[in-house]
């Protein structure tokens, strides 16, 4: 099973990047995803989820109406739409699947996880 994160780099404050989650091994049609960030000296934290049919989206406040996520079967990948980006969004981005039907809030649920793609804001 192998989650690749892409997508990340140097962006100026307000701009916008799409941040991919290609999942090889492992069928998108029986997991849910989430998409989480840990920032120099922060705890990771969960950032967005999306359920098994893409039914149900959560999103953490500072980026809900600014950040989207979706998934594309076909492609076996999961999305992450970020607009109106800010300096505070400079993170190492991962993004994780978690064998289950609803979207999850706790990292404790994934069950696997991919290598993080680095997002730099510039102000």
């Known amino acids: 099973v192998q989650l690749q994160a892409s997508g990340g780099g140097l962006v100026q404050t307000g701009g916008s990047l799409r941040l991919s989650c290609v999942a090889s091994?492992?069928?998108?049609?029986?997991?849910?995803f989430g998409w989480f960030r840990q920032a120099p000296g922060n705890e990771r934290e969960v950032l967005s989820c999306i359920s098994l049919i893409g039914d149900t989206t959560y999103y953490l406040d500072s980026v809900k109406g600014r950040f989207t996520v979706s998934r594309d079967t076909d492609e076996n990948t999961v999305y992450l739409q970020m607009n109106s980006l800010r300096p505070e969004d400079t993170a190492i981005y991962y993004c994780?699947?978690?064998?289950?039907?609803?979207?999850?809030?706790?990292?404790?649920?994934?069950?696997?996880w991919g290598r993080g793609t680095q997002v730099t804001v510039s102000s």
């Open positions: 994780a699947a978690a064998r289950a039907t609803v979207c999850l809030g706790n990292q404790e649920s994934y069950d696997y």
């Open positions: 091994g492992i069928n998108l049609d029986y997991h849910a």
